[in-house]
């Protein structure tokens, strides 16, 4: 009988996917369904919404993972928990990339630190893995996912076969246009808008309240080049990010700030 001799066998690439949305997010399905033409994806991401939790780990509850179906993952935990526990458990080896998304929303300027969709990608980021976030703006509260995920695909390509530079990461929006004009080089704007305060009277005269955005301020100073500029004006913003937040300004001018 003659010897069988096998080729190396060439693995798919391995991406990654978790949000702040849950796993039952409309836009994380379509997203997954995007890049499973691509690679091997594994979505692990909380069983509930969990937006606006930042960065939060948890640290004082154990944390529940339930495998939904194949290569589906509801994590009782943040976003951040999620990155972790794929990484550490779940996955059959390292991913070649980590897309944190769709999130149903945008995530321009200040929300960039509260976002825990961003936060997904940050935590690969730590991970030393490479990674973005993606969010679609929404149009009366509807968004056309397919085009975000188009984006997503065409940005996993290129990271996979060029790499990022060490410690950064991307955050990517997509605006509510069916038809953007092109994607721009971004930074971090500013918001001018703060936080609403609500106040409910509870059952025992206690108070309750709740925050939220408030719409009705002004969003942004419109700066050229930032993240809210391109998002206004139609185009996809994608704006580096890194995991040094040191201040280099403030710190080779210790001396002359009286330091």
């Known amino acids: 009988m003659a010897d069988c001799i096998l080729g190396p066998i060439i693995l798919k690439p391995l991406i990654l996917i978790t949000n702040d949305d849950g796993y039952r997010s409309e836009g994380i399905r379509i997203l997954a369904r995007r890049l499973e033409m691509e690679a091997e994806v594994f979505i692990v991401a909380p069983e509930e919404e969990r937006s606006a939790v930042s960065h939060?780990?948890?640290?004082?509850?154990?944390?529940r993972i339930t495998e939904i179906s194949p290569k589906v993952?509801?994590?009782?935990?943040?976003?951040?928990?999620?990155?972790?526990?794929?990484v550490r458990t779940v996955l059959p080896r390292k991913p070649d990339l980590v897309v944190s998304g769709i999130n149903h929303g945008r995530n321009l300027g200040d929300d960039i630190m509260y976002s825990g969709t961003v936060a997904g990608a940050r935590e690969a980021c730590y991970l030393d893995l490479p990674?973005?976030?993606?969010?679609?703006?929404?149009?009366?509260?509807?968004?056309?996912?397919?085009?975000?995920?188009e984006v997503s695909a065409q940005i996993a390509e290129r990271i996979m076969k060029e790499?990022?530079?060490?410690g950064t990461f991307l955050n990517i929006n997509v605006p509510a246009d069916s038809?953007?004009?092109?994607?721009?080089?971004?930074?971090?704007?500013?918001?001018?808008s703060r936080s609403s305060?609500?106040?409910?009277?509870?059952?025992?005269?206690?108070?309750?309240?709740?925050?939220?955005?408030?719409?009705?301020?002004?969003?942004?100073?419109?700066?050229?080049?930032?993240?809210?500029?391109?998002i206004k004006k139609g185009y996809i913003s994608i704006t580096p990010l890194q995991r040094d937040q040191t201040s280099y300004i403030v710190l080779n001018n210790l001396d002359r700030l009286g330091f």
């Not at 790499?163 to 060490?166: A, E, T």
Request: proline share 6%.
């Open 131 to 149: 990674a973005f976030s993606i969010s679609q703006n929404l149009s009366r509260h509807k968004a056309n996912f397919g085009i975000a995920a």
């Open 179 to 192: 038809k953007p004009l092109g994607m721009k080089w971004t930074h971090q704007g500013a918001r001018i």
């Open 197 to 230: 305060l609500s106040e409910c009277p509870g059952p025992r005269g206690n108070r309750f309240y709740w925050i939220g955005e408030d719409k009705a301020a002004e969003e942004s100073d419109m700066e050229e080049g930032s993240d809210y500029e391109a």
């Open 56 to 63: 939060a780990l948890t640290i004082r509850d154990p944390v």
């Open 73 to 86: 993952f509801a994590v009782h935990g943040t976003p951040a928990d999620c990155v972790i526990l794929a």
């Open 163 to 166: 790499g990022l530079p060490d």
